[in-house]
């Protein structure tokens, strides 16, 4: 058996931000950043796992893999994705998988997903699975057994993500398109190197304020299932706590701003499209409230740079990356620009990169 490698990409959001779980709209790009799964046989009947960026290995017998338990550690994503695996069905071969990783932790780039769909990749060694249950499958393992209650963003778009195409997902129907980008203005990402501890308990109640807002809007139209269907009138116009109303707001006017971003991109309007990044950006600073000073400062800091169209941040929220559209004739001026106002305010060295939407996640295939 030779020795073969599975690539799931990273994720740069464009747009449709906490919108994933209320069933709403996204438009994420797969990176060409990615982890690789290398796998080889393992003589002795056991699953053994090792992470470069940890220098850690973790070991099971896959006939038990049913019953392992979190530990709180990276290895939750990879024996979460094994144990949704054994509940279907799949048994899971006696491997040695080998992973390194080009997505930074902790940036907003979506590595857990990355994570998640290339062990997954690995671990069925080439069997026929449903892509799109394949998504679900690592969705599942990071709501159960990592305990995340995210949507489907991450993995889906790891999984289907296209070369020179972002994807828009309606995460209800889970269909979804690919849209193509103007080639000018660049997308930029700024990684703050921050990420505040707030990130996975935040998560979780925004999850649930998003649950009390529906609750308050179906009393008064109980056709509204999820955000997903409620008008930006509706939550203005019905009773909840302000706190909740404010969450609510933003998911519904995020989900309008993912539309007519696309039809943005599609008119080449590079002006409407940044003047809706600045929006998605106020709209998460002020009425989701997950965004914090190092962020404000770096979609600031764009927004005042000769050739940015606009900024926000991107991902879960409190640190990680913004997401920044630049003319591309300006954008070695930018990220000097924004480097050295970060620098010079923060002390940390941001690291800035052009996002190149590539391919979803698969196999690759060695030459020889
Ligand atoms: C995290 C989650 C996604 C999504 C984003 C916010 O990346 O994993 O499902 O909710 O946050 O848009």
């Not at 990276?74 to 069905?89: F, I, P, R, S």
């Not at 660049?186 to 925004?206: D, M, P, Q, T």
Request: net charge negative; charged share 20%.
């Amino acid at each position: 058996m030779q020795p073969r490698t599975f690539r799931a990409p990273g994720r740069v959001n464009l747009i449709g931000e906490h919108t994933d779980y209320n069933l709403g709209f996204v438009l994420p790009i797969a990176l060409d950043l990615a982890t690789y799964v290398e796998t080889r046989p393992s003589p002795d009947g056991l699953i053994h796992v090792f992470s470069e960026e940890q220098q850690e290995s973790y070991s099971w017998n896959p006939a038990e893999t049913a019953t392992l338990q979190p530990r709180r550690q990276w290895t939750d994503y990879v024996a979460g994705v094994a144990v949704q695996l054994a509940l279907h069905g799949v048994d899971l071969p006696p491997l040695h998988l080998n992973i390194r990783s080009e997505v930074p932790t902790g940036s907003g780039l979506s590595s857990s997903a990355a994570l998640e769909v290339s062990t997954a990749l690995a671990l069925l060694q080439g069997r026929d699975f449903p892509p799109l249950e394949l998504a679900r499958l690592c969705q599942r393992a990071e709501i159960d057994f990592v305990g995340m209650p995210c949507g489907i963003m991450d993995q889906f778009v790891s999984v289907f993500g296209q070369s020179n195409a972002a994807i828009k997902i309606d995460c209800r129907s889970l269909d979804y398109q690919a849209v193509t980008l103007p080639p000018d203005p660049r997308i930029i990402a700024v990684n703050s190197l921050v990420k505040h501890e707030l990130g996975a308990s935040a998560y979780r109640i925004r999850v649930a304020e998003c649950a009390t807002a529906v609750e308050a809007l179906q009393r008064r139209f109980p056709e509204i299932r999820s955000l997903r269907d409620a008008t930006p009138a509706q939550v203005e116009t019905t009773d909840m706590p302000a706190v909740v109303k404010r969450r609510a707001r933003h998911i519904v006017t995020e989900n309008e701003r993912v539309g007519r971003f696309v039809e943005a991109a599609a008119n080449q309007d590079a002006p409407a499209m940044g003047a809706l990044f600045l929006a998605s950006h106020e709209s998460m600073r002020d009425d989701y409230e997950i965004s914090c000073e190092e962020i404000d400062f770096l979609v600031s800091a764009a927004a005042e740079t000769d050739g940015c169209y606009g900024a926000r941040m991107t991902g879960g929220g409190f640190g990680g990356c913004t997401v920044n559209l630049v003319e591309a004739r300006a954008v070695p001026f930018f990220n000097e620009t924004v480097r050295n106002r970060y620098a010079s305010r923060f002390g940390i060295n941001p690291f800035i990169f052009q996002c190149v939407p590539g391919p979803g996640a698969a196999e690759i295939r060695n030459i020889s």
